[in-house]
């Protein structure tokens, strides 16, 4: 098993699915753990998980957020930003309020994260892990803004990169396909959605099943770990093939 024993592992976005599943990695692997979200549910997340509720796309909150996290550790050696919601509505459907919600947080919140963490994790030589999507590589009708979202989230990855490397703080992104959660579920309950049914979405992933939360956690660990230290820039697909087609 991994030995992160020492390190200080913050997830912004962790309160269920992947980010969860991340978070109980961490901890498992003995890293001090801490979750931003906005609402957590009444069940904790892994014993012993640092959990602080924020709203990831406004300023001011993250900026407290941190200030708060300061008080409980003095450093920080790895940031996951994992916040995100989708928006399925066509260009026309899609109001100026709903694309400036989700850009706020599937593509600001990195932003505020990753400038508000970046002293410290370069005083630990410490690393950034992503999280986009499959969607950021290819196109997909009723999703124009999250794959915007997405794809924006990679090269902000990759530019950081460049601007980070000679600091030692390496900065990547997994790209999930489609994750096997509750809200997915939901989704395609008793209805078709802009892909089909939930069948016709597995039958994208050339794999025939859909990802599970903790197989996206192990990638984003992987990152997150020595094991990934010759590794910067990098966009790993977690898809099942999907963009393989």
Known sequence: MMDLTGKRVLIAGGASGIGAAAAAAFKQAGASTAVFDIAFKEERLAEGVLELPVDLSDSDAVKAAFERLWRHWDGLDVLVNNAGIELVASLEETTEAAWDRLMGVNLKSVFLCCKAALPKLKISRGCIVNTASQLAFVGAGSFTAYTASKAAVVNFTRSLALETAADGVRVNCICPGAVDTPLLRRQFEGKRGPQGTI??????????????????????????????????????????????H
């Open 199 to 244: 069948d016709d979405l597995i039958g994208l992933h050339p794999i025939g099943r859909l990802g599970r939360p903790e197989e996206i956690a192990s990638c984003i660990l992987f990152m997150g770990s020595p094991l990934a230290s010759f590794v910067t820039g990098s966009a790993m697909l977690a898809d099942g093939g999907y963009t393989i």
